[in-house]
């Protein structure tokens, strides 16, 4: 009989109930052991790609899960299966690169906005990234970036068919585990060709009759970066939610809004055109950019109408 050693480890895929698991003697193709459990059936999938894992192997490369590590973070959507039920998407990143681009499909600021939110409640930083610049007939995308630049993101413009921008991209993901999200069709998986030779992510055309783009990535999969850290790809996300989100807290999410609460007239003002809100003084100054404040509006209704779906 062999004797069974313990590791501990990450998972970077799964695929039904086996998880590949890369540990610092080798990568384990590995089953989650009968007995192993977590929460109480509110969650869907117990064990998710970037959790920290203790495996067992006694017949390499097979192994056993046998305990998950505490989590650092995770971003999570509705389970459109299972009613209720929260799906959790990745876990432990360091930030979530958020993709949109100037055209084919156009650029959409609330998505982009409902993204961060998610990144500002799991504490990861957040990135923004304006694609296919190429494209570009004005110089709308310019004012957009410097409005998230001027609130503390990192901004990126790129051009994943001209290489532009792909330097200072790889400079921001290196050493770090970062989850690129993006609707279908915003350059996802060409950009993270271009920053990983080889990678082979599937890319996809944009939709003639719809203008959305065709979904080409159908698992999510942690890829080591030659130089140093991980990326995550996701299927296009048309669905994410803040799970248990809560309309009180919303406005904390919105980090240009911090040095205004607390001072409106009102201690419970949800800076919805409240008397005496400094949120609206700010705005009418110019230090809050309106494109955000409008973010801000249709995502408290989303939450009043009990639908925090993005």
Known sequence: MNESREYDGRVIKSFGKRFIVVTPDGTFDCEMRGRFRIGTGAISGPVVVGD???????????????????????????????PGKEQVIVANCDQLVVVSSVAQPKFKQRAIDRFLLSAERNEMDGVVVINKTDLATTGAHLRLAEIYQSIGYEAV???????????RLREIVRFKTSIFVGHSGVGKSSLLNTLQPGLAVATGE?????????????????????????????????????????????????????????????????????????????????????????????????????????
């Open 52 to 82: 920290h894992v203790t495996i067992s192997v006694e017949n390499p490369p097979y192994g056993a899960i046998e305990s998950l590590l505490p989590r650092r973070n995770k971003i999570s959507r509705p389970d459109i299966s299972r």
């Open 206 to 310: 944009i939709s003639d009759s719809t203008g959305r783009g065709i979904h080409t990535t159908t698992a999510v999969e942690l890829h080591p970066l030659d130089f140093g850290g991980f990326i995550v790809d996701t299927p296009g996300q048309r669905v994410i939610s803040m799970w248990e989100a809560s309309v009180e807290e919303l406005p904390s999410l919105f980090r240009e809004f911090g040095p205004y609460l607390g001072n409106c007239k009102f201690r419970q003002c949800m800076h919805i055109g409240e008397p005496g809100c400094k949120i609206t003084e700010a705005i009418q100054q110019g230090k809050i950019a309106p494109e955000r404040y409008d973010s801000y509006l249709r995502i408290h209704q989303s939450l009043l109408d009990e639908k925090p779906e993005w």
């Open 157 to 167: 413009l790129t051009s994943a068919a001209q290489g532009v921008g792909m330097d």
